[in-house]
Structure formats: structure tokens, C-alpha cells
């Protein structure tokens, strides 16, 4: 097998590195804004194309514009770490920002309207998701063969709080542009990806290890129809089925779920039998990085979800009674949620700092503790709490999970050797993006069991209280919750468009008023909302519990150091200007100095 390493200038090994931090940083703000800036603009969205997303011919395409995304993204970033690993990190990254730029053009002049355009939105979304995953794919290898050992926590924290903070900047963005013209929320995109990509190609270098190999063709595609199957039967679940107010017994779904974990596990076994595998089984032998993606992947578990069940908390209950309308509560918040990206801002680069010289165990660690801690903290607010105490609990999640990011993602990535680090960093990101969807998954299942046990029969006594005949209070009453809760996330006001104008109009004006109101909705769904909302808080505490363990197993401090085949250097001889991270080449180096081989004790 022929392997090349290519050599740095002479001089500093290092020199363009806060070049590389710039743009890689950049590429990661951009892509995970366009995760969330659709969630708040959504109204906007649907209304520009003339669709209404609440009816039930509608919601595969409102499930799809939500999810489409991230699903392309959590599916590809292993396989475009790998080829990162072969053809180059750079080359890989570069392509990523052409494709993410060319499609952000493509979505916004889109000019279609009603399901025609709905189509073409979803699969702009989904092909501009694939350069997003070049770009998530490969940055993370970029910085580490661009900084040495003990500066990487930091560059890596920068890169991370980017890609965590930028999911709570993208509701704000989407919330501010989405009322004033639907298409800048795509727009905004187009010229951030052009100068991100003009300034790629003309600044970053390839420093790492090239490995030539072939293509795992079948694995890519078994893990590729696996994950889709699994995510897409996940993405159905929180869809109501005949009679059910949810997914979950749908045949179809249960069929991709299960269809979808028969072929990951199949693809598992795969990997152990060819010559060139894409999933790279052998590195789960590294502790540091094992137990760094176990916790990543349980700590999204926590995170993922949260973010949009605190939304519809804020949108549904509290911001009504507030005095906002519920057209105006997706932007309003995206505004009060702020103090969490704060937190991400102001612990992510900290943490990294610190990382770089005691290790990342002590603060990965700490910050999944006190994850969880701010977790049960938020179970004992009430509907209608106090914003002080709400803002200070969320800016205490925000610096927990700083505080953790930036030195788990820096633990992963130091424990890999040279020409593993693109298909190693691509398996942290599917880690990670797939803990998302299915966190949304299981949050909104959580929620809308806790709204099914008792909102039915409250919102069936509430409007006929209100001089709504029994018969059409009946029927709101059995509609699944899932309406209700998807209503109120985009910001319609849900008691009209569940009774429909045609009730109303035959109703007192004050009482159809008040019906319509901030207050009647919010007051009588907080009861059951809470229910589901405890258990959603608890499985959240429980997940960053279990993360805190499994951060805590990852061993001390951990630089992996590259032997000669690492660095892609021939019996015999050594290639100049190839670095060695730190030591002799040949050992590994845990933190109590001591000589370990892919573990550290």
C-alpha cells in the first residue's frame, strides 16, 4: 500500500494555524446556523410558499424541511471523514463549501409555491446538507494536524462552542429576518459562503496524513440505508398513526427502526471483514477515544432535544402569558433562550485552555455533572416561572455544557493517530448528529405521553365551560396533541386553528376572544405539559449522568503519538518535515508519562 505524508514548510510545523482556526470556525457557524435558522422562520417559510404545514396532508412536508438536514448530515460525515482521510482534509472541506454555497444560492431563489415548492426547499435542504457534512467531516482534522498537542483544547473548544452556539444564533437570525422577507433567511448564507470559500482555498494547506485506499463501497451503502432507515422511522415516530396519537405502532415505522438497527449491526460485522473499511472498528481499542464518544453521544442524547422543548415551553405557556402574541413568540423565543449560548460562549474556550494542560477528564466530567444538576434544577420551576431564575438555570446548562464540549471533542481527536483523524472525526460527528434526531425523538415522545394522560379531557371541560358545543369539543379534544405542540412551535395560536373560524364565528365575541387569547391555551395546557416535561427532564439528567461515567473511564491525560506507518513513513527512512506529535515516534504517552499503546491506565 502506497502512503504519503506531505511535507510542512520549514520553519514553524504550525505556521497557519489561526488561519485554519478563522475559516474552520467560520465553516462550522455557518453550517450548524442552517440547522436551526428554518425552526423560528417556519411560519414565515410556509406562508411565502402558500402551504399550510398544520394539515395532515402537509406534515411529511413540514417533518421533512425540520429534519431533512440534519438526517443528510448525521448519515454522510463518516463517510466524508474517510474520504478526507484518503484524498485530503482540505481538498474535502474546500468541496464542502462550494456544494454548501451552491445550494444556499438554489434555496434562495426558490419561486415555486404550494407542495411543488415545498419539494424543492426539502431537497435543496438535504444536498446543501451535504456540504455541510464535508465541512463538519473534516474541520475538526484540520485543526488538530494544524496545532500542536498542547494547544489543540483551545482550537478545538473555539471550533466547538461554534458549532454549539450557532444552533441557538440561527433561531435568533431566522426569528429576525424571517418576518421581514422569507428567502433572506437563506440569503444570508450566499455571501458568507462565498468569502468562506474563496478564503478555504486560498489560505488553508494540506498538513495531514494522506493514506492512499480504496472506497468501501458496501459498506457506505449498508451503513448509509441503515441510518437513514433508523432516522427516518424515528423522524415518523413523533407523527400521529390512525387513532395513536404518535408513530411508534406504525408498522411502517417499526419497520424502519427495527430494519434500520439489523443493518448497522450487519454493516459492524462488514467493517471487520474487508481490506479498507470505512468505520475504522480498531479505534474503539483507544479508551480516550471510546469513552469520548460515548459520553458525546449521551450528552446530545441530553442536549438535542431540549433546545426545542424549552422553545415550545417558552412559545406555548410562558410568552402568551407574557403579554406576546403567538405570532410573535418564535423569534421572542429565540431572545430568551440567549443566556444558554452565553454560557456555551464563555466556558467553551476556557474549558479548551485548561484541557490542553490538565487533560480533559477532570472538566468533561464536571461539566456532564452540573449538566445534570441544572437538569433537575429546571424540573422544580413552575409553568409559569420567574425568567430570572429560568435564565440563570439555562446559563448554568450553557456553561456545563461548555464546559464539557470543547475538551471531549479535543480528548477524541488527541487520541487518534495521524491518518485516522479525518474517519475518526467523522465518527464523532455521527455520533453526535444522530443523538440529535433521535433526542428529538424521544423529548417530543416524552411530552406528548404526558399531554395525552390528561389534556384531552381538560381542553374538552375548558371549551364547552366556554360555550363550545360539546360535539366539536369532542372532536378537538381527541385530536393528537402533536397539532397542538406543533402549532404553537410555529407560532399559530392554536385553540383557532384547532376550532377552525367556522366554530368560532358562531361563539360570543368575548368569549371567542378570550378562547383565542394569551391566557386559555397556556393556563390549560401547563398542567400536562409538566407531567411530560419532569420525564423529559429526567431522562436528560439521567443521560449527562451516565455521560459524566463514561467521560470519567476515559483515563488520564492522553496524547496519541504517531509511529512510523502513522505518519505514512517507509521502512528505512523518514520523510522530512513530518512532524511527531510531541514524542518519539513508536509510543504513546499518557498523562503520568509513562509509555501506553492505545489505552492509558
Known amino acids: 500500500m502506497t502512503r504519503s505524508a506531505p511535507a510542512r514548510t520549514s520553519g ?7 488561519l485554519a482556526l478563522s475559516n474552520t470556525t467560520l465553516g462550522i457557524l455557518m453550517v450548524v446556523i442552517n440547522s436551526t435558522v428554518i425552526l423560528i422562520a417556519l411560519p414565515d417559510i410556509f406562508r411565502g410558499i402558500h402551504l399550510d404545514p398544520l394539515l395532515p396532508s402537509n406534515t411529511d412536508y413540514f417533518l421533512w424541511l425540520l429534519m431533512g438536514y440534519m438526517v443528510a448530515t448525521a448519515v454522510l460525515v463518516v463517510s466524508f471523514g474517510r474520504l478526507g482521510d484518503i484524498y485530503g482534509r482540505v481538498k474535502m472541506y474546500n468541496l464542502g463549501f462550494v456544494i454548501f454555497t451552491a445550494f444556499s444560492i438554489m434555496l434562495a431563489v426558490t419561486w415555486m409555491h404550494g407542495p411543488a415548492g415545498a419539494m424543492w426547499l426539502i431537497v435543496m435542504r438535504i444536498l446543501q446538507g451535504i456540504g455541510g457534512a464535508l465541512i463538519f467531516a473534516n474541520s475538526s482534522a484540520i485543526l488538530t494536524d494544524a496545532f500542536p498537542p498542547d494547544q489543540r483544547g483551545l482550537a478545538l473548544g473555539v471550533n466547538q462552542v461554534a458549532a454549539i452556539g450557532g444552533s441557538f444564533l440561527g433561531l435568533i437570525i431566522g426569528g429576525l429576518l424571517g418576518p421581514i422577507e422569507w428567502h433572506l433567511v437563506f440569503i444570508v448564507s450566499v455571501p458568507i459562503g462565498i468569502f468562506g470559500t474563496i478564503w478555504s482555498y486560498l489560505n488553508l494547506h494540506e498538513h495531514g496524513i494522506r493514506q492512499a485506499s480504496k472506497i468501501d463501497w458496501l459498506g457506505n451503502i449498508i451503513f448509509a440505508a441503515g441510518l437513514v432507515s433508523l432516522l427516518v422511522g424515528i423522524t415518523y415516530g413523533i407523527e400521529p398513526y390512525g387513532r395513536h396519537t404518535m408513530g411508534w405502532t406504525n408498522p411502517s415505522v417499526l419497520a424502519e427502526i427495527i430494519g ?44 438535542g432535544g431540549m433546545m426545542f422543548i424549552l422553545i415550545i415551553w417558552l412559545q406555548g405557556i410562558w410568552l402568551p402569558q407574557h403579554g406576546y402574541s403567538f405570532s410573535v413568540t418564535p423569534l421572542w423565543a429565540g431572545i430568551y433562550m440567549v443566556p444558554l449560548t452565553v454560557g456555551f460562549l464563555v466556558a467553551g474556550p476556557i474549558s479548551g485552555i485548561l484541557s490542553d494542560h490538565f487533560g ?40 456545563a455544557m461548555g464546559l464539557f464540549a470543547s475538551p471531549n471533542r479535543a480528548g477524541i481527536m488527541n487520541s487518534l493517530p495521524a491518518n485516522r483523524r479525518g474517519v475518526g472525526s467523522g465518527m464523532a460527528a455521527t455520533f ?29 371541560h375548558g371549551l364547552v365551560v366556554q360555550g363550545v358545543p360539546s360535539g366539536a369539543a369532542a372532536k378537538v379534544a381527541h385530536l393528537p396533541p402533536t397539532g397542538a405542540l406543533f402549532g404553537a412551535f410555529l407560532g399559530y395560536d392554536p385553540i383557532k386553528t384547532l376550532l377552525g373560524s367556522r366554530v368560532l364565528s358562531h361563539l360570543p365575541a368575548a368569549r371567542a376572544a378570550y378562547l383565542t387569547g394569551r391566557s386559555f391555551f397556556p393556563k390549560l395546557i401547563s398542567h400536562p405539559f409538566m407531567q411530560g416535561l419532569g420525564e423529559a ?28 506507518e502513522d505518519l505514512g513513513i517507509e521502512a528505512g527512512g523518514a520523510e522530512a518535515g ?15 508519562g509513562s509509555s501506553a499503546g492505545d489505552t492509558n491506565e
Open 12 to 18: 514553524d510545523p504550525y505556521k497557519g494555524k489561526w
Open 578 to 592: 513530518t512532524p511527531v506529535d510531541g514524542a518519539m515516534a513508536g509510543a504513546a504517552v499518557a498523562g503520568d
Open 260 to 303: 434500520g438497527v439489523i443493518m448497522l449491526v450487519v454493516f459492524a460485522f462488514v467493517e471487520t471483514k474487508v481490506e479498507h473499511p470505512m468505520f475504522r472498528m480498531p479505534l474503539f481499542r483507544i479508551r480516550a477515544f471510546t469513552a469520548g464518544n460515548l459520553a458525546g453521544l449521551l450528552a446530545a442524547l441530553g442536549r
Open 360 to 399: 480533559a477528564r477532570p472538566f468533561a466530567t464536571a461539566g456532564m455533572v452540573a449538566a445534570a444538576i441544572s437538569f433537575g434544577l429546571l424540573e422544580l420551576l413552575p409553568a409559569n416561572f420567574s425568567y430570572v431564575w429560568f435564565a440563570l438555570l439555562l446559563l448554568m446548562n450553557g456553561l
Open 432 to 460: 453526535q448528529n444522530s443523538a440529535m434526531v433521535l433526542s428529538i425523538g424521544i423529548f417530543f415522545t416524552l411530552i406528548i405521553f404526558g399531554l395525552t394522560s390528561s389534556l384531552p379531557s381538560a381542553l374538552y
Open 537 to 564: 427532564f429526567d431522562f436528560a439528567a439521567v443521560a449527562c449522568v451516565v455521560a459524566a461515567i463514561a467521560s470519567w473511564m476515559r483515563g488520564k491525560k492522553y496524547h496519541h503519538v504517531d509511529t512510523a
